[in-house]
């Protein structure tokens, strides 16, 4: 195959490898940009797309109210679906960023076993602990509702990356 090089002010110039590398950047952005569009579409349907008593709740001056009646196998599946929406785009936006199968693997791990414990947390708040404690009860479930998660990770793996 011949390539396309030319002799210019600064040396050999590869034209062909410089058009792949705008092109893969230009591709990476565009499917970043599409990940973050989405994770925004998550957020502004979340009234049409979960079954979520606590949205309102927690819109108003929730330290005063009581909680709002629910059912808790609904609230679980919407939670549960979600969290699942949340991680699948957060999992593609990390692959996009860093292209490495194995992390996508961990950090899927990561987000069954935080699930689990949030889960778990959000829920035993509820049924065992007083009303007054909804400070907690919102920080818990505003990380089950938002993706959180690749915020953190996108910074900690870049790190991991840049050190090795």
């Keep these: 195959m011949e390539r396309s090089l030319f002799y210019g002010l600064f040396g050999l110039i590869d034209f062909q490898n410089m058009q792949n590398k705008i ?21 502004a349907f ?10 309102d709740y927690f819109k108003n001056d929730f330290n005063t109210l009581p ?29 996009v960023f860093f ?9 899927s791990v990561l987000y069954v076993f935080f699930f689990l414990i949030l889960i778990g947390l959000f829920f035993s708040m509820l049924y065992f602990y007083e009303e007054h404690n909804n400070l907690i009860l919102f920080y818990v479930r505003r990380f089950l509702i938002q993706p959180i998660f690749v915020i953190l990770f996108i910074p900690a793996f870049y790190y991991q990356k840049q050190i090795k």
Excluded: C, H, W
């Excluded at 591709?27 to 973050?36: E, H, P, Q, R």
């Design 46 to 55: 979340e009234d049409q797309l979960f079954y979520d008593p606590f949205l």
């Design 23 to 43: 092109f893969n950047t230009f591709y990476k952005t565009a499917l970043l940009i599409v990940f973050v569009f989405l994770l925004i579409l998550v957020r």
């Design 99 to 107: 292209k490495d199968i194995a992390m996508i693997q961990f950090v």
């Design 67 to 95: 909680l709002p009646n629910y059912d808790s196998v609904s609230l679980f599946f919407g939670l549960l679906f979600r969290y699942g929406l949340n991680t699948i785009l957060s999992l593609g936006l990390l692959y």
